[in-house]
């Protein structure tokens, strides 16, 4: 059913696969088993819209591996959303919280729709009626969902109330990224950006690079980007770019984060803030400067402009923001890359510190929660360099290859039944 050749993403990721399943010389019926998700949920999804006409919506739900723990994931809500993609992310999952030594295994959702042309309306009833219609495979013991691009703490909201109607009592950890009010946790909102910047302080370290006299860029200006941002900033790098889908600004003097974001909230875009240089995405990724976070969208650094970088390293805070032809060719001129199944995993750590909240019936402070976080960051950064070091290779393929180990030890010890 799955079709490789016609979406680069999941070739992509079958082909990282395969490569460090081959450094790990591992058997070729654990890597078929692997490649191949455990389960494959397709639902047309019925909404009737506000003027009265009905239209039907694909939904996916892909299982990919559940060695490690519970499936888990997020859904998204985008027109381009297809089976191959969703596996792709799926798989993605599987390895990211492998990487972060999580409990979990992979698991992503979607619906092919356009939320923007969607009423509130209509995206409440397209949310309840494919949680009613998946129920049946999640559970907070079985896959539990989050949010991802165009879904957020209200969609969470729904599919818990949904969830929970069904069953007969209110069960908050059927998701996560819940609101606040309803289960959420303290810090999830900000976790993912807080990720990026405690790899990127570690990277720092790592390299000898003063975070406090780095300058930064910022692809994309977003929940990651902003807090990843404001964060940073905090820390004492300079923030001199940040951009969004409009375009980007740049002040080598440093960027205000929150003031840049109040301007955007008055504005609708960071362009045209106060005193900055007005410049493009293209501008930005190819400025020099020590750090740079694409934030924004997949395949931002391509083998078109990956010989014009000049940032000493990339965090990735996108999922995919670089292509596999692009990261070859920052390997050859030294540009280090800490990847996105490392660089953004705060999202899902903090989700599940959410989980296990919901599941013990308790609610920790902020303090706690940060604390976890990069508790668990920290350990997941050294593991990488770890293996980078003991296969002689960069961070993508030794997290690649940690992830793929973790994976295969635990289908190995659990065996194939009958
Ligand atoms: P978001 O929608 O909040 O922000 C995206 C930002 O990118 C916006 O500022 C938008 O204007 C900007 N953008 C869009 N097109 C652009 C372009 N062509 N050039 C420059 N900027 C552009 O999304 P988000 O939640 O911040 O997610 C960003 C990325 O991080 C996505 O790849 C997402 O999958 C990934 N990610 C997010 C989380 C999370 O917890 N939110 C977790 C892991 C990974």
Sequence with gaps: MLKQGVNKFFDSALQQLHEASQTLELDSGIVEFLKTPKRMVIVSVPV?????????????????????????GGIRYHPEVTLEE?????????????????PYGGAKGG??????????????????R??????????????IPAPDVYTDEQTMAWIMDTYSQLKGYQIPEVVTGKPV???????????????????????????????????????GYGNVGYYAAKILHEWGARIVAVSDSKGGILDERGLNPEAVMEHKKKTGSVINYNGAKTITNEELLELECDFLIPAALENQ???????????????????????PEADKILYERKIAVVPDILSNAGGVTVSYLEWVQNLKRERWSLEEVNQKLEE????????????GKKYETNMRNAAMILAVDRVAEAVNLLGIWP
């Design 48 to 72: 009737k819209r506000d003027n009265g006409e009905f239209n039907v919506f694909m939904g996916y739900r892909v299982q990919h591996n559940n060695a490690r723990g519970p499936y888990k």
């Design 86 to 102: 969703v596996t792709a992310l799926a798989m993605l999952m599987t390895w990211k919280c492998a990487v972060v030594d999580l």
């Design 111 to 128: 619906v092919a729709c356009n939320p923007k042309e969607m009423s509130r309306e209509e995206l409440e009833k397209l949310t309840r």
């Design 130 to 143: 494919y949680t009613s219609m998946i129920a049946e495979v999640i559970g907070p013991l079985v896959d």
């Design 181 to 219: 009010s309803v289960g959420g946790s303290y810090g999830r909102r900000e976790a993912t950006s807080r990720g990026v910047a405690i790899t990127t302080r570690e990277i720092a370290r790592h390299l000898n690079i003063p975070l406090n006299r780095s300058r930064i860029a910022i692809q």
């Design 301 to 323: 650094i391509t083998e078109k402009n990956a010989d014009r970088i000049k940032a000493k390293v990339i965090v990735e805070g996108a999922n995919g923001p670089t292509t």
């Design 376 to 387: 668990k960051m920290v350990k997941a950064f050294a593991d990488v360099v770890s293996y």
